[in-house]
């Protein structure tokens, strides 16, 4: 699955889709960045509800497909803008994180 068609798939608002043909290898819910940095493996899709710039940093050191927010958590254009730089596809959702996984689960 690519990150378009997860959007697509599961109705997820794009913040940042710069790379839209990213294939999605598997996925890592997690908001302790420092212990998903060392957890979650590249072409991954991460879901978490954290929305600081870091979560960007992560995605790229890793080199995750896509970041899905939950629970419609607020996200600054400072973020989004730096997620379009460092081209990160960064997606939204008012799903909670469980639920969202156990959809996600049912497509990857």
């Known amino acids: 699955m690519t ?37 979650a493996t590249e072409g991954c899709v991460l879901v978490t509800i954290m929305t600081n710039v870091n979560v960007v940093a992560v995605a790229t050191l890793v080199g995750m497909s896509a970041v899905v927010i939950c629970e419609n958590s607020e996200i600054t254009d400072e973020v989004i803008n730096t997620a379009r730089a460092k081209s990160v596809n960064l997606f939204r959702t008012s799903k909670p994180v469980y639920e969202f996984c156990i959809e996600l689960g049912k497509v990857i």
Do not use: F
């Open 3 to 39: 990150a378009v068609q997860l959007k697509d798939t599961m109705g997820l608002e794009v913040l940042s889709m710069p790379c839209p043909e990213l294939e999605i290898e598997g996925a890592y819910a997690g908001d302790l960045l420092s212990w998903v940095m060392g957890r």
